[in-house]
């Protein structure tokens, strides 16, 4: 398996089937703003709100190959494994496919997501214990707190400022390396400072 970062905005990502797991594939889907459409005959309240707030499109029907033919990603997401199993073979090669119970079937799977800010801490079990991947997500929230919202930020704020700054690759890697100090992580006077501080220097 090779791990990646997708970007979904305004990618076509259809899911099939509409209850509790489609669910949750498409809270990650938003989060990514794909374009959404959900293809099934029912849907949890949950989609059906979504439905409404027009966060994506839902087709109140039984699964048709036309109905993801152009789609860039595929969640074959129903509890019926005949019909998630047809997906499967009807997707074009280049599609990007997710069987939510025949794993092996499609070519990706969803890994458990930390994220805080830019930061995103995936992880897989390749199959073994979608639980154990649940629990390692939350170990990771714990030891990565809420500042790293923040602190990624400015990490990106400070970094495209260096990369641009005409001064020698050394004096690049060194700053970048100062930026991942204790002492940043937590506190945005710090953090401020030494934003001030850059900036006064790439503008000489
Ligand atoms: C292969 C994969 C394919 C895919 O879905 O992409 C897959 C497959 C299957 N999951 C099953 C069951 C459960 N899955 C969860 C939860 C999650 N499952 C997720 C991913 C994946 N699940 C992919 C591999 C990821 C990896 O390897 O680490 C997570 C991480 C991400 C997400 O879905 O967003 C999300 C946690 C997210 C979070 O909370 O952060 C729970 C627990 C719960 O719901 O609380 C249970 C019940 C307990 C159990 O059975 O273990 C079954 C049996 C179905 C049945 O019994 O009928 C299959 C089918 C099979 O294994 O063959
Ligand atoms: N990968 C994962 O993370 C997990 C996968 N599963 C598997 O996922 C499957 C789905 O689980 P739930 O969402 O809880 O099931 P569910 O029964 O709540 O929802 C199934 C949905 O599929 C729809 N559907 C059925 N036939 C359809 C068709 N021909 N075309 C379009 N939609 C159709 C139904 O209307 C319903 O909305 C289960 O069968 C289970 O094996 C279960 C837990 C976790």
Known sequence: MYP??????????VVIGGGAVAHRKILGL???????????PEAVPAIQKMQHEH????DE????????KDAFI??????QPEVNQQIAE??????????VDQPALGNFSVPAVARRGKLVMAVSTGGASPIL?????KELLAAYSEDY?????FLFRCRERIKEWEVSLDEKQSLLHELLEERFIHSRDEQENFIRTLEQKVSF
């Open 30 to 40: 938003l989060e990514a703003g794909a374009a959404i459409k959900v293809v099934s």
């Open 90 to 99: 009807n997707a074009g090669n280049h599609q990007l496919v997710n069987v």
């Open 74 to 79: 595929i969640f074959a997401a129903t509890d």
């Open 4 to 13: 990646i970062m997708l970007n979904l905005k305004c990618k076509s990502a």
């Open 61 to 68: 029907k039984s699964v048709e190959p036309s109905d993801y």
């Open 133 to 137: 991947a649940k629990r390692i997500k």
């Open 55 to 58: 966060l994506l499109k839902w």
């Open 149 to 153: 919202e923040a602190y990624t930020q």
